[in-house]
């Protein structure tokens, strides 16, 4: 069975930084994604990656400020936040697929194209 686990989230300032990780076991991820759930709203799509060449898709509130990489050999991915905001504040979710077979740019973003999930970490934005 895989799992994904998280860790990194935490409290900063406005203007600040942090990374967060997610590793694998169980299973060989080939595309990741994040996804976030500010407080009372939705889950949201944040950023995600694919493949050897690690292609990434990012939602347009985060491009430029965040980025996302996978590490193969130890079967994770990081995303690196930068220049946080208040509206970046939510529990962020880790997402992987393990199948041979890569989604295509449009579904990247889709919730539904990753099978496995993490329990989630907290991003608390100070101003």
């Known amino acids: 069975q895989v799992q994904l686990v998280e860790s990194g989230g935490g409290l900063v300032q406005t203007g600040g930084s942090l990374r967060l990780s997610c590793v694998a076991s169980g299973g060989i991820i080939t595309a990741w994604a994040w996804f976030r759930q500010p407080p009372g709203k939705e889950r949201e799509f944040v950023a995600a990656?694919?493949?050897?060449?690690?292609?990434?898709n990012f939602a347009d509130s985060v491009k430029g400020r965040f980025t996302v990489s996978r590490d193969k050999p130890n079967n994770a991915q990081y995303l690196q936040m930068n220049s946080l905001v208040p509206e970046d504040m939510a529990v962020y979710y880790c997402?992987?697929?393990?199948?041979?077979?890569?989604?295509?740019?449009?579904?990247?973003?889709?919730?539904?194209?990753?099978?496995?999930w993490g329990q989630g970490t907290p991003v608390t934005i100070s101003s």
């Open positions: 990656v694919r493949g050897s060449g690690g292609n990434t």
């Open positions: 997402a992987g697929r393990d199948r041979s077979s890569l989604p295509i740019w449009s579904e990247m973003s889709n919730p539904r194209t990753y099978d496995y």
